[in-house]
């Protein structure tokens, strides 16, 4: 006699996204500290280094994972919530995936003053990043806020992704990213309790 272990939809769809989240933190995590890491170099130098490349394909990639992942939470948290962080993933995903592209490439057609008058000290950056932190901002802080009174997420994940919320703000996105990530992963790994 055989029993069958087969498990239910609903079981394997939460177990898949489990899995989706726990890697898209990994990576993007992994990328942004590797990112983080060559901030001691000269900037153009910083973007041309092999690391810095590949740091901002896999910090891409774990992001758009983040970003699919959330979108497929079935909660009781505002679904407006929910889109504006995935959104917001969504951009600094784009915005990791320029340097790793567009910006390696102009680093590599100038000198290290002109890469700087380019990057560094144009308004252009920072308005190029405006949309990330809005939503990453208000998104995170909403569901931070949300989770946090109707206790469908982890406390210590609603605070961590409060503190993203408010990082997200500054153009980097590093930081934000490294705690939204931690965040994320606590809710996947807590069973995600407000699906239903």
Known sequence: MTTSTSSPPEASTESSLTTVTAVGCVLATLGSVVYISLNGMEPREA??????????????????????????????????????????????????WTQSTVTVAAAVKTDNDLFRDLFFDSPWVLLSMAPKS????????????????????????????????VLSIWPPYPPGIILASLALF???????????
């Open 47 to 96: 973007f041309v280094h092999p690391l810095g490349i590949a740091a901002g394909m896999v910090t891409t990639i774990g992001i758009l994972l983040l970003s699919l992942g959330l979108m497929r939470w079935r909660t009781t948290l505002p679904w407006w919530a929910v889109i504006a962080s995935a959104a917001g993933l969504w951009v600094a995903g784009a915005a990791a």
């Open 134 to 165: 809005l939503l990453c901002l208000v998104g995170f802080l909403a569901l931070a806020i949300s989770g946090w009174r109707n206790r469908s997420i982890p406390r210590p994940a609603a605070a961590v992704l409060g503190v993203a919320g």
């Open 186 to 196: 606590l809710v996947s790994r807590a069973g995600m309790e407000s699906r239903t």
